[in-house]
């Protein structure tokens, strides 16, 4: 997934109001951009921080700005949660993750029962729904998710495992997007009935891939699945 047009470099001033980011650009004005992300963004907020920001060419727009990305340390991370949703779009039309490839039907947003997944696949064998969420927090060298309590995931898990038990192949696909993490687990502290669920959705034959991106000012690519761990002992990873 690339950056078109390319990104407008900056340093953030603050976060306010969720969904609200005042920036300073390089050439000393002041902007605000939408942040879509509207979780806590515990560990990837940093005043002073390096950013960058997508430019809509709308004038019109009421913020004509996007908050695509922060320095936190020497790494990127990617904080748009919308970008997640089309980065895999692409990766599995394209079958550049071998665990959710071979797919010659790749669709965005259907439904199944009373929720809306973000992804169905299908070929001649099986249909796939896929569920996408956006994994910024990091715990020591973990991943964690979420970063705030989140009813809409707890009930998308439910359907994952309705949708399993119906005969369907169902995934919950986390796309990391920071490559300071080693090991994805979930958020035990945030939101205990999240990790009890994802346990559940496990047991039912749900599958997880926790997907590590790297994030850089021209665009977002791959890098790894990493291993998960859905006990609340405190991980070591390697």
């Known amino acids: 997934m690339n950056f078109h047009p390319p990104l407008v470099h900056g340093h953030l001033i603050k976060r306010y109001k969720r969904f609200l980011a005042d920036v300073r650009l390089d050439d000393g004005t002041i902007t605000t951009a939408h942040c879509?992300?509207?979780?806590?963004?515990?560990?990837?907020?940093?005043?002073?921080?390096?950013?960058?920001?997508?430019?809509?060419?709308?004038p019109k727009r009421k913020t004509r700005y996007t908050w695509e990305m922060i320095k936190i340390g020497e790494d990127w991370v990617g904080i748009n949660t919308a970008n997640p949703n089309k980065l895999a779009f692409e990766i599995i039309w394209n079958n550049l993750l071998p665990r959710l490839s071979g797919y010659t039907k790749v669709v965005r947003e259907v439904k199944f029962d009373d929720s809306r997944f973000d992804i169905f696949a299908q070929n001649s064998e099986e249909k796939c729904y896929i569920e996408v969420k956006n994994v910024t927090l990091k715990d020591g060298?973990?991943?964690?998710?979420?970063?705030?309590?989140?009813?809409?995931?707890?009930?998308?898990?439910?359907?994952?495992?309705?949708?399993?038990?119906?005969?369907?192949?169902?995934?919950?696909?986390?796309?990391?997007?920071?490559?300071?993490?080693?090991?994805?687990?979930?958020?035990?502290?945030?939101?205990?009935?999240?990790?009890?669920?994802?346990?559940?959705?496990?047991?039912?034959?749900?599958?997880?891939i926790p997907l590590q991106v790297k994030v850089t000012p021209t665009g977002i690519e791959p890098v790894r699945v990493l291993e998960y761990q859905l006990h609340e002992k405190t991980p070591n990873p390697a």
Do not use: W
């Open 36 to 58: 879509t992300n509207s979780g806590s963004m515990k560990s990837c907020l940093e005043e002073g921080a390096e950013v960058y920001i997508s430019d809509s060419m709308n």
């Open 141 to 208: 060298m973990c991943a964690r998710f979420p970063d705030a309590v989140t009813t809409r995931g707890q009930k998308h898990l439910d359907t994952l495992i309705k949708a399993k038990v119906s005969g369907f192949r169902a995934v919950m696909l986390y796309i990391i997007q920071r490559c300071d993490v080693k090991l994805f687990t979930p958020a035990f502290s945030i939101d205990p009935v999240y990790a009890e669920k994802l346990r559940l959705a496990i047991e039912h034959g749900v599958e997880i």
